[in-house]
T-cell receptor
Framework: EAGVTQSPTHLIKTRGQQATLRCSPI?????VYWYQQALGLGLQFLLW???????NRGNFPPRFSGRQFPNYSSELNVNALELEDSALYLC??????????????????FGEGSRLTVL | KNQVEQSPQSLIILEGKNCTLQ??????????LRWYKQDTGRGPVSLTI?????NTKSNGRYTATLDADTKQSSLHITASQLSDSASYIC????????????FGPGTRLSVLP
């Protein structure tokens, strides 16, 4: 069974440009989470999608946005790139569980990440 | 406020030695606690999960403990290997709506030959 896949592996952009990162969750998983990890730092929560809807977002400006498609894959868009957006962007998927959104969603399965470099 | 703290921030040990990493949390209501291993530039991988009723769980050379009363967990690594060099992240899950997973900052472990 395929794990969580992310693309591209690496992306180089310049300040002011837009970046689009993609994530395909494990088959059967409906929840997708996005995290930002700057070099040497911990994971910072960006966005959570489940069943096609944005369920929660972290403390990031609106230029960080995304969406989840009917097949549960997801896209993260970063507009007006700034130098400090350079980071490893990790996607994780999770099965929602039998009790839906009000129940802990279990283990997070991570992709290998997309390394975004802003010059 | 839901928080997870880890100590030490970084640790250097010699190959073959044991070490223990600490995790303190204030997440409520508590659901479970996981330890993840993250190799540099890679995605984290789950090592073990601890639920409220579990005190100890082993996964090969990794042994996790949980004290739900004091809200502390530890990860003990026995007979360390060079491949154990990585960041170890404590993640606590809450039984509530919203972002269910609270991440610790991680402990960076370096195992030297």
């Amino acid at each position: 069974e395929a794990g969580v896949t992310q693309s591209p592996t690496h992306l180089i952009k310049t300040r002011g440009q837009q970046a689009t990162l993609r994530c395909s969750p494990i088959s059967g998983h409906t929840s997708v989470y996005w995290y930002q990890q700057a070099l040497g730092l911990g994971l910072q929560f960006l966005l959570w999608y489940d069943e096609g809807e944005e369920r929660n977002r972290g403390n990031f400006p609106p230029r960080f946005s995304g969406r989840q498609f009917p097949n549960y894959s997801s896209e993260l868009n970063v507009n007006a790139l700034e130098l400090e957006d350079s980071a490893l962007y990790l996607c994780a998927s999770s099965h929602p569980g039998g009790f839906g959104l009000l129940r802990n969603t279990g283990e997070l399965f991570f992709g290998e990440g997309s390394r975004l470099t802003v010059l | 406020k839901n928080q997870v703290e880890q100590s030490p921030q970084s640790l250097i040990i010699l190959e073959g030695k044991n070490c223990t990493l600490q995790c303190n949390y204030t997440v409520s209501p508590f659901s479970n606690l996981r330890w993840y291993k993250q190799d540099t530039g890679r995605g984290p991988v789950s090592l073990t999960i601890m639920t409220f009723s579990e005190n100890t769980k082993s996964n090969g050379r990794y042994t996790a403990t949980l004290d739900a009363d004091t809200k502390q967990s530890s990860l003990h690594i026995t007979a360390s290997q060079l491949s154990d060099s990585a960041s170890y992240i404590c993640v606590v899950s809450a039984k509530n709506y919203g972002q269910n997973f609270v991440f610790g900052p991680g402990t960076r472990l370096s195992v030297l030959p």
